[in-house]
């Protein structure tokens, strides 16, 4: 796609408007098209793909690395299975999509399209797991996920079709291990995050809204440009509940049958939308460089031997991902392109860049150019690159701290919710004083931390014990 004029004007201003320039980021970058005749399901184009498997790739090293194994459960869970657990059931019952029948045939039973896939693995867990020597048992899989969403559909940050779905599912022999691997899971997307410059923060949520079935988890938060909080993931203890439904048993060191103990945790797409909205400026794309489809761009201007000149820098650059532009367009209209896609680095050759041995890179971070002599043009590329990825992180990083707030009163907390952030108040930790605040603020509560203790009374007037935070979220 080609762009002529100034971009700001076709794409919005992200300040002024985040939600419009948001979407049209993402279709005029050709990262997904929303133009599909169902609501909430997008079609992804070739460069979005590229940036989500450049993205889950970092995912799936990490996840091999700390010794999970990638597998592929089915799409479909018979109601016979999907139902054993209630409280799973009851969670997931209203945005789960049902199969009945096959033409004008029905089937002889209910199937249910995965929002999850805890009962699908689990049902095979019991069959795989019978000793503490098959233990632990670390998995994880990348695949479409279907949530019928009742609320506002948005490209990304909330769909139908959750088409990157990357959910790992652990069991253990005791309680203690499961713990632990809570904490490894904290540190893999800890540093997944912090590899995309994505700021967070690490809430334990509140009872009345912990995942279905579970004893207790934990969600990475952040914000976007509009001052709503975002859930980028989520990291959650299960306890024995889905092996006592399950029957996932195994014979102990000592020849006793004992439960397993289990733990899950994921992510989706949304994480490329944090990356999209936080990054991102009114020219389009702002990309680590890490997950860029395109690192480097070469322009070549028209002249002579800018042709020779330009074969000579690739020879160079092996190891990144290059695009020559040679397209019959005016080099500013190129420019225009590959800022809205995020290119990090673009290379403009000319005669002048021929005659006097050097060329000229623009950083798309910070718009300046830089004159490179031909001999350093590798090392100085490389160099910027990492500038790029501390410059956007640390950018990000700065953005995020202003959106935490705090607040002792209802209605300080209410303009502040209303404002945009994240808003921190002292609470007591009773779930009833919790339930009460969320109803009578105007965003949700997130959760807590558990090692904060404030100074003030909670709003109730008892003593507090940490920080309950709350938000307006997507």
């Not at 999509?97 to 096959?102: F, H, P, S």
């Not at 590899?195 to 004893?215: H, M, N």
């Not at 040679?326 to 225009?336: F, I, L, N, T």
Request: proline fraction near 5%; charge should be positive; charged fraction near 30%.
């Amino acid at each position: 796609m080609v762009f002529g004029g100034v971009l700001s004007e076709k794409l919005g201003v992200k300040k002024k408007d985040f939600t419009e320039w948001f979407e049209r980021v993402l279709f005029y970058s050709e990262i997904i098209d929303h133009r599909y005749p169902l609501k909430g399901v997008y079609v992804w184009r070739p460069f979005g793909m590229k940036l989500m498997k450049l993205l889950m790739d970092k995912m799936k090293k990490l996840m091999e690395k700390s010794g999970h194994e990638e597998a592929y459960f089915p799409l479909f869970s018979p109601i016979s299975i999907f139902s054993k657990e209630a409280e799973f059931l009851k969670g997931f019952s209203g945005e789960s999509l049902r199969v009945t029948r096959t033409g004008k045939r029905k089937l002889s039973e209910e199937l249910v399209v995965r929002p999850t896939s805890e009962t699908i693995m689990y049902y095979m867990f019991s069959l795989w797991i019978r000793s503490w020597r098959d233990l632990p048992l670390k998995i994880f899989q990348v695949v479409p996920i279907f949530r019928w969403e009742t609320k506002m559909t948005k490209p990304l940050l909330r769909v139908r079709e959750i088409v990157f779905f990357k959910e790992a599912h652990t069991a253990h022999e005791t309680r203690q291990e499961a713990d632990e691997q809570i904490k490894e899971a904290i540190k893999i997307y800890t540093e997944f995050f912090e590899w995309l410059g994505i700021p967070f923060i690490l809430l334990k949520t509140p009872s009345w809204d912990t995942f279905a079935g579970a004893e207790y988890n934990y969600d990475f938060v952040t914000v976007l440009p509009d001052g709503k909080a975002l859930e980028l993931a989520s990291v959650i203890n299960l306890g024995q509940k889905f092996a006592k439904v399950f029957n996932i048993e195994f014979m102990d060191r000592n020849e006793e049958k004992r439960l397993v103990w289990q733990t899950c945790y994921g992510i989706s797409e949304r994480v490329l939308g944090a990356v999209v909205a936080i990054h991102g400026d009114d020219k389009g794309l702002v990309l680590p460089p890490d997950i860029a489809p395109v690192q480097v761009v070469v322009v070549p201007i028209p002249g002579k031997g800018v042709d020779e000149k330009i074969k000579k820098i690739t020879s160079f650059l092996e190891g990144l991902r290059v695009v020559i532009d040679e397209r019959d367009v005016r080099p500013g209209e190129k420019y225009y392109h590959w800022e809205a896609k995020g290119v990090p680095i673009r290379i403009e050759v000319g005669e002048k860049e021929v005659k006097k041995n050097f060329v000229t890179l623009a950083r798309r971070d910070t718009g300046e150019k830089i004159k490179v002599e031909d001999s350093r043009i590798k090392k100085e590329i490389f160099r910027i690159l990492s500038e790029i990825q501390k410059n956007i992180s640390e950018k990000a990083k700065n953005g995020f701290a202003q959106f935490i707030k705090t607040a002792f009163s209802e209605e300080e907390a209410k303009k502040m919710i209303e404002k945009g952030g994240i808003v921190k108040i002292p609470w007591c930790g009773k779930d009833e004083c919790g339930e009460n605040l969320q109803e009578k603020l105007p965003g949700e509560a997130l959760g807590f931390k558990d090692d904060e203790k404030p100074a003030e009374p909670c709003i109730c007037g008892s003593e507090s014990t940490t920080y309950l935070y709350f938000a307006r979220c997507y």
